[in-house]
């Protein structure tokens, strides 16, 4: 089994990226009856693109045959694609080695759909709701409240007179 860990400088002692398409490394781990038997750390050379790097991201990854990714969030577009390549998505915090672990050894499980973040972490499209979909720039709680800002609905955390 072939498993890639969004890292920071990568390797087992390593922490987890809390993201996926924009982390600085991959550690890619060999494991065999849940064991690791190796691991290897990998550039994510996409990471500076300006769009599509969850699309980049992606397909790398399946290039790389992985059966398994850790991260801390996946974006909407690179989750599908994990999806229909039939590898799993594993959300995961802390040492790479603990995550690596708990997953083979059932404490993690892939996550679906409602589980995908969205961009740099916000929610996914598939969360709408407001108390979710109004959070702004400026860390606003829920209904979007403060100075300048209108509260409530979906379009709260707009500017007056936008």
């Given at each position: 089994?072939k498993?890639a860990?969004?890292?920071?400088k990568g390797?087992?002692?390593?922490?987890v990226?809390p993201?996926l398409a924009?982390c600085?490394?991959?550690t890619l781990?060999?494991?065999?009856?849940?064991?690791?038997?190796?691991?290897e750390?990998i550039?994510n050379?996409?990471r500076?693109?300006?769009?599509?790097v969850?699309?980049?991201?992606?397909?790398m990854l399946?290039n790389?045959?992985?059966n398994a990714v850790?991260?801390?969030n996946f974006?909407?577009?690179?989750?599908e694609m994990?999806?229909?390549?039939g590898?799993?998505?594993?959300?995961a915090?802390?040492?790479?080695?603990?995550?690596?672990m708990?997953?083979?050894?059932g404490?993690l499980?892939?996550?679906?759909?409602?589980?995908a973040?969205g961009?740099?972490?916000g929610p996914s499209d598939?969360?709408?709701?407001s108390?979710?979909?109004?959070?702004?720039?400026?860390?606003?709680?829920r209904?979007?409240?403060?100075?300048?800002?209108?509260?409530?609905?979906?379009r709260?955390?707009?500017?007056?007179g936008?």
């Open positions: 089994m498993i860990v969004a890292t920071i390797g087992l002692d390593d922490v990226s993201v924009r600085e490394t991959f781990v060999e494991v065999e009856d849940k064991q690791i038997q190796g691991s750390i550039e050379t996409h500076e693109g300006t769009s599509g969850g699309v980049q991201v992606g397909q399946i790389m045959k992985v850790i991260a801390g974006g909407p577009n690179v989750f994990l999806k229909q390549a590898i799993e998505m594993i959300r915090e802390g040492s790479v080695r603990e995550s690596i708990k997953y083979l050894n404490e499980k892939p996550i679906d759909r409602g589980e973040s961009r740099f972490g598939t969360q709408t709701d108390n979710v979909y109004n959070r702004g720039a400026r860390g606003l709680n209904g979007g409240q403060g100075p300048g800002w209108r509260g409530g609905g979906r709260a955390g707009r500017r007056w936008r």
